[in-house]
């Protein structure tokens, strides 16, 4: 039995699935297989993959489109691997990406999942870094705002996945619903490598959040919703609202003294929760809270409505240790 299983799951991926398999039959580390779930695809996906002789590639074609979870649900029921490892049928992986996540989780028996930087690569073929945080309580800290895992770039250990799999509950971030459900789980930790390991291609025309946002957000919103409750906030539809704002970064009238005092006591009360809570340290969970005070500000400050003083002089940046303060002040200075 391989040591690592790359569950990826394909859907009508016949112009992108070879690149990403010879992605996989590159790497460094040999000792894993590939087991990819065919989602009853109709276009030349099988004959594509009919062309790949390597042994390590194990096809399970569903009769019909079961949909993006219940796939990734039936392939993980199929491994048996110590780890399973996660890629999309359009993504591609850097050539040490499987030793060097197996070799991590090695060294990091508490650790119970991770992910890795990433490259985007838009139309125009330009890259940028996608960088997320790394530690367990900084990521926990953060999934009350966004996701911050590369979902392709993950690797877990099998009982994980097995204890928590993916929901439909959760339409188009099945993701962040996952680590949502794990994150409330005591026995599970966190980590990011912060290399990055994979090529993610924004292909904006097909891609399934851009066709979906709408979906895509309300479920966000469903998901933010169940870790304030969590912490044992208690919360106005009002309130919602304003931290789906803060948490997409869409809060109008910034520059307006009364917002700026709403999304402060907002953020101190998720602060003081918090603490009383005992749910993630205060060093993590208020340097992500300063982090979200910062970002509503940043068209406001480019444009000379907000001062850096009037961000800097907040509670939500004076309660921070002195190094975390610097952070802050070289980003607006």
């Known amino acids: 039995m391989p040591k690592a299983s790359v569950l990826l799951p394909v859907y009508n991926g016949q112009q992108s699935i070879a690149r990403s398999l010879k992605s996989l039959l590159r790497q460094t580390y040999t000792d894993f297989e590939i087991c990819i779930i065919n989602d009853g695809s109709t276009d030349g996906t099988l004959d594509v993959l009919s062309r790949f002789s390597d042994p390590r590639i194990k096809i399970h074609t569903l009769d019909e489109n079961a949909g993006l979870v219940s796939a990734l649900n039936i392939g993980i029921d199929k491994i048996d691997a110590d780890y399973v490892l996660r890629l999309d049928a359009d993504d591609v992986c850097h050539e040490d990406r499987i030793g060097r996540q197996v070799r991590f989780m090695e060294e990091n028996e508490s650790v119970s999942l991770s992910g890795t930087w990433c490259h985007i690569i838009d139309r125009k073929q330009q890259k940028r870094i996608q960088q997320v945080p790394t530690g367990n309580d900084d990521l926990k800290a953060r999934l009350f ?83 304030l409750q969590h912490i044992g906030m208690a919360f106005s539809a009002d309130d919602f609202s304003l931290h789906d704002a803060v948490a997409i970064n869409s809060i109008p009238d910034i520059a307006d003294i009364s917002v700026q005092q709403r999304v402060e006591a907002w953020l101190m009360r998720l602060q003081q929760a918090n603490n009383k809570a005992g749910y993630i340290p205060p060093r993590s969970f208020d340097f992500e809270l300063a982090q979200r005070w910062i970002s509503v500000f940043e068209h406001g400050l480019s444009s000379g409505q907000v001062s850096a003083g009037q961000v800097l002089s907040s509670p939500l940046i004076s309660s921070l240790d002195k190094a975390q303060i610097c952070l802050f002040e070289a980003r607006l200075v």
């Open 145 to 227: 705002f966004n996701n911050p895992f590369v979902h392709p770039s993950m690797i877990f250990r099998r009982e994980a996945l097995q204890k928590h799999k993916y929901s439909d509950e959760y339409r188009y971030c099945e993701d962040y619903g996952l680590w949502v459900e794990m994150s409330m789980d005591e026995t599970i930790f966190f980590a990011n490598i912060p290399e990055p390991l994979v090529y993610k291609f924004e292909n904006k025309g097909e891609n399934i959040s851009h066709l979906r946002y709408e979906d895509q957000l309300r479920s966000c919103s469903i998901l933010r919703g169940k870790l």
